[in-house]
């Protein structure tokens, strides 16, 4: 444990910049991976809900670049590949 107070400090932002990208690193993969099961999954229905889902995986992924949680080119490449998935899905 540090005894230094502003080391003391530096602990508790640390623990609470932590917790947030934990945060946004979560919703973000949770988003991915709801978009990736319905883009494997096989139904009559299966193309029509791709679209919301991947606005919103496009959002949290956007929002986790521009937090910096993860970085723009690794956003950008989320964002590619996931649209080109979901491309092929409706073109099936």
């Not at 502003?6 to 932590?18: D, F, G, L, P, V």
């Not at 917790?19 to 946004?24: F, G, K, L, P, V």
């Not at 999954?41 to 521009?66: E, F, H, M, N, Y």
């Amino acid at each position: 444990m540090a005894n230094i107070k502003s080391s003391e400090k530096a602990n508790r932002q640390r623990i609470k910049r932590t917790a947030r990208n934990t945060a946004q690193t979560t919703a973000m993969r949770t988003a991915i991976k709801k978009l990736r099961a319905n883009i494997g999954s096989t139904g009559s229905k299966a193309g029509k809900d791709l679209g919301p889902l991947l606005k919103s995986a496009v959002r949290a992924i956007d929002q986790a670049a521009s937090k910096g949680v993860i970085k723009k080119g690794t956003a950008s490449r989320h964002v590619s590949r996931l649209t080109l998935a979901v491309g092929r899905a409706n073109a099936k």
